[in-house]
Structures are given as structure tokens and as C-alpha cells.
């Protein structure tokens, strides 16, 4: 009896300490792929000190009432709950015919960079080409009534010459800063890279979330006139 109360004690303990900082959503899985089913909630940060539900593409947080113990998020007192789980180290949460994953996840600090700064250098400045293949430029204008009106073209030219128009925007949340890009086709997969240094002749960056068949983005480089 003794080691069975024992086992049960340090799995709550455990459990508790798993719940702790912040928790990302990266990815998700359908339930049943043969019924109707809409795109998780990547992008979406859990932050257990503060009890706080972000967004890493939005400036915005809600206050939420987490209940660690039954493993329950109350978004309103008049809501009902919404339940999780820990699998292996990742939170699980159901959606509508979806669970999204959610990962343990870390703001760095030092990161404190002027959007500003950095958008005036992606659109002002020649990027050199990505793994010698792919020409890439950060347009400053936006497209009105677009989804999100922070996004500006992302143009992309490949070595065949093909075209396509993407969109791209700036993010800051806790003094970090993310470029975003997605397609028109796919606005749910959203591309977000922390921006990890800026100086004149490069910015350096960080996946976080990265689609295949998406250019991957680590260091722009910039050319000199």
C-alpha cells in the first residue's frame, strides 16, 4: 500500500512540475480524417505562471483559470472547461475533431529588437539568394480588406523562374520578435522564425514552427549595392 501511494505521489508530482512555464502548440492531429474537421491551434502559447492564453502572431492575451490538478483551462466562469493531458512531455488538448500538441517552449531574453528597425531592413535592403536557388524580397506595401492586416507581399523568385506572391508580417511578444509568412492558399500555416540577431550586414534567425515546401529561412544576408 505503502509503495503504491508512494508511485501515485511522485506521478502528481511530476505531473504538476510538467505544468510549469510556457507550452507552444506546433502541430496537431485529426481525430477521424473522414468527417469535417478545422485547422488546429498552432501558434497558440500556454503560460502557466501567469495564467495567460497567447498567441505568438497576435500582440494580444486572454487571463484564463487553469485547475493543474484536474488538468482543466476555464476561459470564462460562465464556459465550460476545456480539458487536457500530458503524453511524453507534450499537452494534448482536444479541438473540434483535432488535438493540438502543445511543446514546452522558452522566450529568450536579451532579444529586445525594434520591429521597426527590422522591417525598414527587410524592405529596404537586397537579400542574397537562399542556398543559390531561391531570390526572395519583403515588399513594404499591404493589400486592403486583407485576412490580416498586418501582412505585406512576400515575393519569391526560384532559379526557374517561377513566381509566387506570399505574405509576410512582424510579431512581438515578450520583447521577442517573429517574422511570419504564409500563403494565400494555406493561411493557417503560418511559417514563424525568431529573429535572433540584427546588424547591417545580415539577421539572423530561428525556426519555430516551419512547413515543408516552405524556403527556409536562417540567415538573410543582404547584398551590397
Not at 84 to 106: A, C, Q, R, S
Not at 201 to 224: A, D, M, N, S
Request: glycine residues 2%; charged residues 30%.
Amino acid at each position: 500500500m505503502k509503495k503504491i501511494l508512494f508511485v501515485f505521489t511522485l506521478f502528481f508530482a511530476s505531473s504538476l512540475i510538467a505544468q510549469k512555464g510556457y507550452w507552444l502548440c506546433k502541430n496537431y492531429k485529426i481525430i477521424d480524417s473522414t468527417k469535417a474537421w478545422t485547422p488546429g491551434s498552432v501558434g497558440l502559447v500556454l503560460d502557466f505562471k501567469n495564467s495567460k492564453i497567447l498567441h505568438i502572431a497576435r500582440d494580444t492575451s486572454v487571463n484564463v483559470l487553469i485547475d493543474k490538478k484536474n488538468k482543466t483551462i476555464n476561459l470564462k466562469s460562465d464556459t465550460l472547461p476545456i480539458s487536457y493531458k500530458i503524453v511524453n512531455n507534450i499537452i494534448e488538448m482536444k479541438g473540434h475533431n483535432t488535438i493540438d500538441l502543445f511543446y514546452p517552449f522558452e522566450f529568450k531574453k536579451d532579444l529586445n529588437f525594434s520591429e521597426e528597425e527590422v522591417s525598414k531592413l527587410l524592405i529596404t535592403k537586397r537579400i542574397k539568394p537562399i542556398e543559390d536557388s531561391l531570390r526572395i524580397t519583403f515588399r513594404g506595401y499591404k493589400i486592403k480588406g486583407h485576412r490580416n492586416p498586418k501582412a505585406r507581399i512576400f515575393q519569391t523568385i526560384y532559379t526557374d523562374r517561377d513566381l509566387f506572391f506570399n505574405f509576410w508580417f512582424l510579431e512581438k511578444i515578450n520583447n521577442n520578435l517573429f517574422l511570419c509568412f504564409y500563403t494565400e492558399h494555406e493561411p493557417h500555416k503560418i511559417n514563424y522564425h525568431r529573429v535572433l540577431e540584427v546588424n547591417k550586414k545580415y539577421i539572423e534567425l530561428e525556426p519555430v514552427i516551419e512547413y515543408p515546401r516552405r524556403p527556409k529561412l536562417r540567415r538573410l544576408e543582404f547584398k551590397e549595392y
